[in-house]
């Protein structure tokens, strides 16, 4: 009887498609003619080895890839002491590998155009596969991926990441002299103008031109660059008043020529009632023009607003800034509407609130802001929080926002503005390779002086492979992307000036990613890192990474920094990789995931102060970037503990997020929380609690995934750690 596998399998193409038996067999016969008589397996023999095949694959728990199988196949025609059917068989598999390689990319572009690319269509949560512009970014990508695996990279850094020891990550952007996230030097694009598709835009005269402007900076620096991007609203703060000193001029002049009072206070309210009205629309502005923008790469820009009051000075500036929080959080908290007119929650732009000790308490100035805030939190799942009080023990005293979702630039780093101050605005990150730490582990059989000397092979191989993501970008000018690089986004070099002194001493990172550090622990000690043992071991590994960062930095003035990676994605290739190379090991590679830097695992039962307690001192080990979270139920109704879990981040954490829940099925109208059921496949798919509606394009699931809000869904490993995830509140 004929072994029902339900197991899907991954084509060369990234298509993934129900297992066929019969095609196994058919090749197996087919190599069998080949063979001399005397030498030919019989029918029965050919069926157990396909029988056997079947049942290895039904007990696994994710797609396989089809040279998997075939690999398998090789195996089980050896164990009949079928050698020279397996000989056949080899050079049958050599063959068509030739023929496959005379073009790489053809087949894979082709699937992208058909919409077959499973991977690929659920690879990034935020892009819509099917669109034009999304295809055409994913076409470029097959082509630079394939440049970069042929010519670009060496040949056993590319078998590395294909066998997911590390994770060069990008590369479909590589083949371009592009880097990964910026902290937009907006102040001076502003006071001092800028220049966008040979325009020049000079300093805006109101605060909504300023608005207009910063929309139009957004798009233009998120077409030029692949990773996330960062500004702050004090940047544009001081054009509120710009814009009430002329609404004050228009209403003396209409009321002068009306014939009516010239009252100060008169004057005053209708200036500041009009200015409320500007404010408004000027939001309104960034946050409709920014998720309705689509940049080259077929997706909103992936941006950040920063709002930190004490970054300018107390007074009336402060108080505008306080304006444009509030006006922020409450248009946040309304949503925007979808094409149906249901009011949902945007992905974009991501909030930060600074905690600090003007708005942490009741009775402090801007309590009012932070109430707002937790409300927010509530309904629309932003904003993230930064602790001031954390970041200024941490980062020499500033507190500064990242460069997009978690990528921080270095405070160690002598960069300095014209004034003698740190610099922060206009710094970017040049790309990211990650170590998995889960594999050095495995790799180490357990032994421990063995997993050093692995671990310490392993970072030497992520050194090289970030110096040849730095040495990429060497030697690019400054013409390639003016709004970056001549016109103040991150620089104003002269055209054909190289980039190069902005990839030395500390003005751009690079970044040693890690994953996995929780089942690192569990392969190596038998215990998570949240014991004491595994803590302490974890801490030690976390350690040997900077000091990695720390000797690569002096000897060659880069600054390398160690990132908690937000794998999207990766968390699943990862897995699959592990399951290859290593089996189920139970607590270690038996789910579809692994899990983000040291974030403790999305299963372990621990409280949310106790998480973020423990999680901030893995933060102090990653200079370069992190971010913490704490998974919630519903708290509209419960924002007394939004704010206990808000004044916990001030007094312990640097960054942190709350997951809260935002869904909504169009279906039924349901607004509770969609689930996530297995059908009759085995395929993990969201189903509305209400009315059993799993049509996806009828629901509505915003998910935070690595640090930013998803929206398009997530493929099979993402959606499995998303179920998995337990409540810490």
Known sequence: METKVKTNVIKRNGEEVTFDLSKIENAIFAANKEVDRLYQLSDYQVHAIADNLAKQIETMTHAIHVEDIQDMVETGIMEMRGYEVAQKYVRYRYKRELTRKSNTTDNGILALIEHLNEEVNQENSNKNPVINSTQRDYMAGEVSKDLTKRMLLPEDIVAAHEAGIIHFH????????????????????????????????????????????????????????????????????????????????QVIEERTECGESLDDEIIDKITE?????????????????????MTCNGQAPFVTMFMYLDEVPEGQTRDDLALIIEEVLNQRITGVKNEKGIWITPAFPKLIYVLDEDNIRPGTKYWYLTQLAAKCTAKRMVPDYISAKVMREMKNGDVYPCMGCRSFPTSEDNVRNADGTRKYYGRFNQGVVTINLVDVACSSDGDMDKFWEILEERLELCHRALRCRHERLLGTISDVAPILWQHGALARLKKGEKIDKLLFDGYSTISLGYAGLCEMCVRMIGKTHTSPEGQKFALAVMQRLNDKCTEWKKAEHISYSVYGTPMESTTYKFAKCLQKRFGIIPGVTDRNYITNSYHVHVTEQIDAFSKLKFESEFQKLSPGGAISYVEVPNLQNNLDAVMEVMQFIYDNILYAELNTKSDFCEKCGYDGEIKIVSDDAGKLVWECPNCGNRDQNNLFVARRTCGYIGTQFWNQGRTQEIKDRVLHL
Do not use: W
């Open 170 to 249: 990008d590369s479909d952007y590589f083949a371009q002299k592009e880097h990964n996230c910026d902290l937009v030097n907006l102040e001076d694009m502003l006071q001092n103008g800028t220049v966008i598709s040979e325009t020049l835009i000079e300093k805006p005269h109101s605060f909504f031109t300023a608005c207009n402007v910063t929309t139009q900076i957004v798009a233009q620096v998120a077409s030029n660059q692949y990773g996330g991007q960062s500004f702050t609203l004090s940047h544009i703060a001081p054009f509120v008043d710009v814009s009430r000193k002329k609404l004050r001029s």
């Open 273 to 293: 009632k009009r200015l409320r009205l500007e404010v408004k629309s000027g939001i309104q502005t960034i946050q409709y023009q920014l998720i309705t923008l």
